[in-house]
């Protein structure tokens, strides 16, 4: 057996893999959007972090305020991914920067719209 390659048992079948990386993948960066960009750099080069804030700020307020720093990530983790999966399924090869500040400014909008729209119902 070639040794570059590590062997997965799954169940009465071994399947080959791609080479191992081992330890040297847990200090990598985090997985990259399809624009080769990570989502902190497509924030950072679009100027939407203070947009994205405000977001962030929205729905801590909901969850009412801020409890501690779990509590923080739980809140902020699930934005993050949603707003990841919108540029992954909006955004394409080539994109320039105008148009995914476009993308990343609509999603913010309509998910703080949507969030005022839930604070105004519960206030009914």
């Known amino acids: 057996m070639d040794d570059n390659f590590e062997t997965i048992e799954t169940g009465e079948n071994a399947a080959k893999t791609e080479p191992s990386a081992s330890v040297e993948s847990s200090c990598q960066p985090p997985p990259e959007t399809i624009t080769g960009m990570s989502l902190e750099k497509i924030i950072e080069i ?57 993308v990343v400014q609509d999603w913010i909008d309509q998910e703080i719209k949507a969030c005022m729209e839930k604070t105004a119902e519960l206030g009914r």
Do not use: W
């Open 46 to 102: 679009t100027g939407e972090f203070e947009h994205l804030n405000e977001l962030i700020m929205i729905h801590i307020q909901q969850a009412g305020g801020f409890t501690g720093v779990d509590a923080y990530f739980r809140t902020v983790q699930p934005i993050l991914d949603l707003l990841e999966v919108e540029i992954r399924v909006r955004c394409s090869v080539g994109i320039n920067q105008q148009q995914m500040k476009l």
